[in-house]
C-alpha cells in the first residue's frame, strides 16, 4: 500500500474545529458490513474511536454522521456516543455537511470533515481540514489535507480527535475530561 505524504496541518488550525462530520462506513468502520443469513447486520466499531468522540463532544465539539446508507446498527452506535447529527442515506455529501454547518450558523473552514470514498471528496476538500484513511480511494486521498496512520475502524478517527483536542488544550482550554487529566 503506498502511503500518502500530506502537509503537516497548524495547530491553530486543529483548535479551530468546530464541527467534526464523518462518513461511517470506511472510517469508522474497516468498511465492511457482515449481514446475516436472517438479514441482521452487524458492523464493528473502535472502543478507542469511540472514547476520543466522546471526548470532542463533551469539549464542545459538534459532531455528525454522513452516511450513504442507513443502518441500524450505525443509528445505535450514534445515540450510545451521544452524536447529535446522523444523516443517513445521502450520497452527496457535500450538500449534507453545507446544510448542517449553516444550520449550525457555522462556515466550512470550521469543520473537519473524514471520508475515504469519491462521494466524500468533495466534502474533503471544502471543508477546513479534510481528512481520508490509508486505505481510501484516490479521490479521497488526493482530496485530503491529512491522511491518518491508523486505519479506519482502529484508531482513525481518534487520531483526529487527538489532534483537535490537543490543539485546543494548547490554546487553554479543554485539559482535562471529568475526572481526568488528558495526557496533552
Not at 468522540?53 to 445505535?76: F, H
Not at 462521494?119 to 477546513?128: E, L, R, S
Not at 489535507?145 to 487520531?159: F, I, K, N, Q, S
Request: glycine share 10%.
Amino acid at each position: 500500500m503506498d502511503v500518502v505524504k500530506k502537509a503537516k496541518i497548524a495547530p491553530r488550525s486543529w483548535a479551530r474545529v468546530r464541527l467534526f462530520a464523518m462518513d461511517v462506513d470506511g472510517v469508522l468502520t474497516d468498511g465492511t458490513v457482515r449481514i446475516s443469513s436472517d438479514g441482521t447486520e452487524s458492523k464493528r466499531f473502535s472502543i478507542i474511536d469511540g472514547l476520543g468522540l466522546v471526548l470532542l463532544r463533551k469539549a464542545g465539539v459538534e459532531l455528525a454522521w454522513i452516511s450513504g446508507r442507513r443502518s441500524a446498527a450505525t443509528a445505535l452506535r450514534a445515540a450510545e456516543l451521544g452524536v447529535a447529527h446522523v444523516i443517513e442515506g445521502r450520497h452527496d455529501k457535500l450538500e449534507a455537511l453545507s446544510e448542517l454547518a449553516r444550520k449550525l450558523g457555522l462556515p466550512l473552514g470550521d469543520c473537519a470533515y473524514m471520508g475515504d470514498d469519491f462521494i466524500d471528496a468533495p466534502a474533503i476538500a471544502a471543508a477546513g481540514i479534510g481528512v481520508s484513511v490509508p486505505t481510501g480511494l484516490p479521490e479521497a486521498l488526493a482530496a485530503a489535507d491529512y491522511v491518518t496512520r491508523r486505519p479506519a475502524g482502529l484508531g482513525a478517527v481518534r487520531e483526529v480527535c487527538d489532534h483537535i483536542l490537543r490543539a485546543r488544550a494548547a490554546k487553554g482550554g479543554n485539559r482535562r475530561a471529568p475526572g481526568r487529566t488528558l495526557p496533552w
